[in-house]
Antibody, heavy 121, light 112 residues
Framework: QVSLKESGPGILQPFQTLSLTCSFSGFSLGTSNMGVGWIRQTSGKGLEYLATIWWDDDKYFNPSLNSRLTVSKDTSNNQAFLKITSVDTADTGTYYC?????????????WGQGTLVTVSS | DVVLTQTPVAQPVTLGDQASISCRSSQSLVHSNGNTYLEWYLQKPGQSPQLLIYKVSNRFSGVPDRFIGSGSGSDFTLKISRVEPEDLGVYYCFQATHDPNTFGAGTKLELK
């Protein structure tokens, strides 16, 4: 069965770079149509879809954060990564990774448990 | 960006009653391919959101048939008949027709 788990620094300071890891099982980013997406939940904007990295290394970014986001993957180790540069307090929230399947009729069928990120000086 | 407006913000219910949640979009959610990519998620307390409904009215695997999605264009509804304790939480609509894909602000289903 599909399982995902996020990990991150917990707390970081303004202007630092946030690095998150999604470790997953039950599917492979080496398989056609598979992707890992990132969604965050903040008090200011609620649920916000950030980005997806696909099996073929294609990437989607939310235009509102495009310039600050980087996504990458390690197919061999079943991991995906999200980086957000120059964080501020508005980036405080819970970050989720999800399985995306380009061939399925729905978007976010499987979610990780989320990791809480706090930006504070 | 497409704005999804959910009403009410909170819905007090009695167990066994029906509940209804509205999601209205600032633009039609009919894609150029003819599909309407409107989904519903439930976030139970302390948990991640879980998919309930996709493409307006299709229940995801394992979702009970008391969850009914309906609507078209820019006006959508989620009905929950015979509310059970495990149905309590915050419901979100989500659109994947337009870029960027967006979520509604949520409707909290709570006990009266």
């Amino acid at each position: 069965q599909v399982s995902l788990k996020e990990s991150g620094p917990g707390i970081l300071q303004p202007f630092q770079t946030l690095s998150l890891t999604c470790s997953f099982s039950g599917f492979s980013l080496g398989t056609s149509n598979m992707g890992v997406g990132w969604i965050r939940q903040t008090s200011g904007k609620g649920l916000e879809y950030l980005a997806t990295i696909w099996w073929d290394d294609d990437k989607y970014f939310n235009p509102s954060l495009n310039s600050r986001l980087t996504v990458s993957k390690d197919t061999s180790n079943n991991q995906a990564f999200l980086k957000i540069t120059s964080v501020d307090t508005a980036d405080t929230g819970t970050y989720y990774c999800t399985q995306n399947d380009y061939s399925s009729p729905h978007w976010f069928a499987y979610w990780g448990q989320g990791t809480l990120v706090t930006v504070s000086s | 960006d497409v704005v999804l407006t959910q009403t009410p913000v909170a819905q007090p219910v009695t167990l066994g009653d029906q509940a209804s949640i509205s999601c209205r979009s600032s633009q039609s959610l009919v894609h150029s391919n003819g599909n309407t990519y409107l989904e519903w998620y439930l976030q139970k307390p302390g948990q991640s959101p879980q998919l309930l409904i996709y493409k307006v009215s299709n229940r995801f695997s394992g979702v009970p048939d008391r969850f009914i999605g309906s609507g078209s264009g820019s006006d959508f509804t989620l009905k929950i008949s015979r509310v059970e304790p495990e149905d309590l939480g915050v419901y979100y609509c989500f659109q994947a027709t337009h870029d960027p894909n967006t979520f509604g602000a949520g409707t909290k289903l709570e006990l009266k």
